[in-house]
């Protein structure tokens, strides 16, 4: 289910967007929701980045799967 959400872009951001809607027969929404859809693809590089570096640094540990398990109660 969609949620309308309100947003403030620059002027020229708009005539771009609608620039790029009406050459490509899409809506606003539609090319919002791929640009966001690939920013959160960069995010999701950003944040396995920073564990990565969380980890090298110390800062954060790894758990093995069968300590998980174990916690879990499960057995394998």
Known sequence: MKQAIN???????????????KELEKTRTSLVEKAIELYFD?????????????LKSGKTTAVSLEEVFKKAGIDV
């Open 7 to 21: 947003i403030r872009l620059e002027k020229e951001m708009v005539k771009a967007l609608d620039e790029y809607a």
């Open 42 to 54: 960069r995010l999701d590089e950003m944040v396995a980045d920073k564990r990565i570096d969380d």
